[in-house]
């Protein structure tokens, strides 16, 4: 990706595949990692450096712009001009989103769109991923209950446990199954199922808090941060029409835009994206990696974001990412995939 920066491959390639802009992806923004086997660290990047890439993208005359405009510009047929828009977006609504990321967004006056899953809020569900982490960091053996077991006392040994670990929580069990299963690992290690209040989500006091900032939109992640994709049809619609209730309820404002937990096309499809227009919401975006073209109108309920996460956490990655150099890499040459 450097290379593709001082080679002068990502200006021309902006030009190609930099299309109208792109909308960045987000999950935790704090001065330290909160990672104890280094496995999540994706998921967090700095202050700073949330900060030096917004200077970077204003200096380069980036306009940036709410979901609600972005959606209107892309159903209204925008064309690609001289100036590029940037839409943020944070998944989950981690506690540090309030206390850390949006000062650099008032600083900078760039809107930004929150994804919450209430069931995360209200304890309902947990992050799952965060809980095996700690509990395989602070445990010599790991068993799942009535299968698979591995020894956990060096940190390699550590690494490959967690990630059989989320191999079967995401793969073999369903996603009711994972909470029930999580808290026997937790009860007989000792612990409690849960991560510490601050690494946490934002409450609904907090999420009130943010969202009465007018640079923030709260927008839907299902209740409980399920894989849509592995749900029967019925829960599906439920997952995501209770989500945009509740919030609605909590907060008095209706979400408009959607994100699909997880986002893979393994976590959404098809399915997922006509029920998402059907329910009424104006976007939903994937994690699926690419910039936002023209061609988007048609696949409104399944955009393309770029990740600026904390395994790449230098402005020429970012920078990279964002002209559009890696899109047609990640999607084997092409500029668009639908759904
Ligand atoms: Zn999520």
Redesign the pocket.
């Known amino acids: 990706m450097r290379l593709a920066w001082h080679t002068g491959f990502a200006s021309h390639a902006r030009a190609r595949y930099g299309g109208l802009g792109c909308i960045v992806m987000l999950?935790r923004v704090r001065p330290d990692c909160v990672s104890p086997l280094g496995v999540t660290r994706s998921l967090s990047i700095t202050p700073d450096f949330l900060d030096t890439v917004l200077s970077s993208l204003k200096e380069e005359g980036t306009e940036f712009i709410a979901m609600d405009e972005m959606s209107e510009r892309l159903s209204q047929g925008a064309r690609p001009g001289a100036g590029r828009f940037v839409a943020v977006t944070l998944?989950?609504g981690y506690g540090d989103n309030l206390h850390h990321a949006q000062p650099v967004f008032q600083k900078h006056n760039v809107p930004f769109t929150i994804?919450a899953?209430p069931g995360l809020v209200e304890g309902a569900a947990v992050l799952w991923w965060e809980v095996v982490e700690q509990l395989v960091a602070r445990s010599e053996h790991v068993r799942i209950p009535g299968g698979p077991e591995w020894r956990c006392r060096t940190m390699l040994q550590k690494r490959t446990a967690f990630h059989a670990l989320m191999r079967h929580f995401s793969y073999v069990l369903s996603e009711v199954e994972q909470l029930p299963v999580l808290r026997q690992m937790c009860a007989e290690a000792g612990m409690i199922c849960g991560v510490a209040a601050e690494r946490d989500v934002m409450s609904w006091r907090e999420l009130k808090q943010i969202a009465g900032d007018p640079l923030c939109t709260i927008g839907a992640?299902t209740v409980h941060?399920y894989n849509l994709r592995k749900l029967p049809p019925e829960l599906v619609s439920i997952e995501m029409e209770q989500s945009a209730d509740m919030i609605e309820d909590r907060l008095g404002k209706r979400p408009r835009h959607f994100?699909y937990?997880?986002?893979s096309v393994k976590a959404a499809g098809r399915r997922e994206a006509r029920l998402a227009a059907e329910l009424g919401f104006v976007s939903a975006v994937t994690t699926r990696h690419g910039t936002i073209h023209p061609e988007h109108r048609a696949s409104m309920f399944s955009l393309p974001r770029i990740s600026i996460n904390g395994r790449f956490q230098k402005l020429v990655y970012a920078q990279t990412m964002m002209s559009g150099a890696t899109t047609p890499m990640a999607n084997a040459g092409r500029r668009v995939i639908q759904a």
Do not use: I
Request: glycine share 10%; hydrophobic share 20%.
């Open positions: 999950h998944d989950d994804y899953a992640h941060h994100a937990p997880y986002g």
